[in-house]
């Protein structure tokens, strides 16, 4: 399944499942956020196609959900704009839940992408692998993205204090969770065109 997403500019965006042509975008993306120094506790990028590949591997093996942007406007790697995984969780115990991570590229942030990624992921996270509930992690410097997962849905449920240094700074990381049943409950219709 694919979504259409048509941005005032005119740029289309196809919202869809990861590819192994996407793979290159997807870290393109990925490294260029990092060097941004704001929003993921990263500090270097990945260049390795054995890292790269290894992951994708990893994504395809386990199942998990990766929902990637598509600018059909650009050509690749510069045609993914943002991409949202949804990861199994690390305990036995925990199967029904999911772990979302999502990065959207500066430009396109602000534009409806990262609520129709986040929205795509967990409608797929409950389809493809019956997850019940999804959990997350923010910076709590990141405003834009607090905003949005509240907006969603998503409750805090603790912070950890002064959990990352970056640059010399300490920052908070807040845990959020959402439980996919109340979601879809409240957001039955999807945000863009189903392809």
């Given amino acids: ?98 772990v979302l991570g999502i990065v959207i590229r500066d430009k396109y942030r602000d534009l409806t992408i990262g609520r129709n990624l986040i929205d795509f992921a967990i409608r797929e996270s409950k389809i493809l692998n019956n997850k019940e509930k999804i959990i997350l992690s923010s910076f709590s410097t990141n405003k834009r993205a607090l905003h949005l997962f509240k907006k969603l849905g998503f409750e805090v449920i603790g912070v950890r204090k002064k959990q990352f240094l970056m640059d010399s700074i300490y920052i908070d990381e807040v845990m959020m969770e959402l439980w996919i049943d109340d979601y879809l409950n409240e957001n039955k219709q999807n945000f863009t065109i189903d392809l």
Wanted: hydrophobic share 40%.
């Fill in 1 to 98: 399944m694919k979504r259409l997403l048509k941005l005032k500019s005119g740029e289309n965006i196809i919202i869809k499942h990861l590819t192994k042509l996407d793979v290159d975008g997807v870290w393109y993306n990925f490294n260029e956020v990092i060097e941004e120094g704001s929003y993921l506790p990263v500090f270097f990028p990945v260049r390795s196609q054995l890292e790269k590949d290894s992951w994708y591997r990893n994504i395809k093996k386990g199942n998990e959900i990766c929902i990637v942007g598509e600018n059909l406007d650009l050509k690749a790697p510069y045609n993914i704009i943002g991409q949202c995984e949804v990861l199994n969780s690390d305990w036995d115990a925990a199967e029904h839940v999911g």
